[in-house]
């Protein structure tokens, strides 16, 4: 974890209605840091990403971002799911495409500049062979490619993936990961991930958020994901 501060969370409470999740939230995130928001189902990681987007108001605290040069920061996100109806009948493109959007004026046509930036990101998700091919067909692993090429073509400061592997087998998840982590080391991009898989976490990640009865632990992989910690902390056994 090195560089200045890209997020901070201060006495965030985080929750629907008046029923708070989590609360008394202090997270600092630095630039440039791949972390795992780790936790079981249901234990709040969906609700603090959305928090962190702006999709939902934190109850209490603040959520603040450092600027990118005077400006605000990108944000790109892979939500845990994304149904299209088959009835729209859009391609892999197209879908990659809508990360475009922000910055295409409304009335504008996109134009040759940002389909090739599409294109550059299918091709560093590992899915430039599913630009043609409908969204709807696709398998599970191959549909998070292409949502995770739809979230770098934001141009994104903070990259947020919600169980990015998720209801996926094993080739595919080892596959989407590996992307994530030469993305990572090729871009230096800041990266917040959700999941609920201890291994992808300690395998991939290099700083743990740990979500656990409404409370947050949070350190380096190497000293909170012990199998001594894993017991005693997160009630969980190593065999």
């Known amino acids: 974890m090195t560089g200045d501060s890209l997020l901070t969370l201060d006495q965030v409470a985080v929750g629907y209605g008046r029923h708070a999740v989590l609360s008394d939230v202090n997270l600092t995130l630095p630039r440039g840091s791949f972390s795992g928001l780790l936790g079981a189902n249901g234990s709040g ?24 040069a005077g400006r605000a920061l990108a944000l790109g996100y892979v939500p845990q799911r994304d149904v299209f109806d088959p009835v729209y009948l859009l391609s ?29 990101c299918l091709r560093e998700a590992g899915a430039e062979q599913l630009s043609e091919q409908m969204f709807a067909q696709l398998s599970g692993g191959q549909k998070q490619r292409v949502l995770i090429a739809r979230a770098l073509a934001t141009k ?9 592997t998720a209801g996926i087998d094993a080739t595919a998840r080892q596959s989407i990961m590996d992307v994530l982590r030469e993305i990572h080391a090729r871009q230096r991009l800041t990266i917040l991930m ?28 190497s000293q909170l ?15």
């Open 194 to 221: 959700a999941s609920h898989d201890l291994l992808v976490v300690r395998t991939y990640v290099e700083h743990v958020i740990w979500l656990h009865q409404g409370r947050i632990q949070q350190g380096p992989v």
């Open 225 to 239: 994901l012990t199998p001594a910690n894993i017991e005693e902390i997160l009630d969980l056994e190593m065999h």
């Open 156 to 164: 994104p400061d903070f990259l947020l993936l919600d169980e990015p």
């Open 45 to 68: 990681k969906s609700t603090l990403i959305k928090s962190i987007l702006g999709i939902l108001p934190p109850l209490t605290g603040r959520v603040e971002f450092a600027s990118e």
């Open 92 to 120: 892999s493109f197209e879908v990659v495409l809508m990360g475009t959007c922000g910055r295409v004026r409304p009335g504008r046509r996109i134009d040759a500049a940002e389909k090739e930036w599409a294109r550059q």
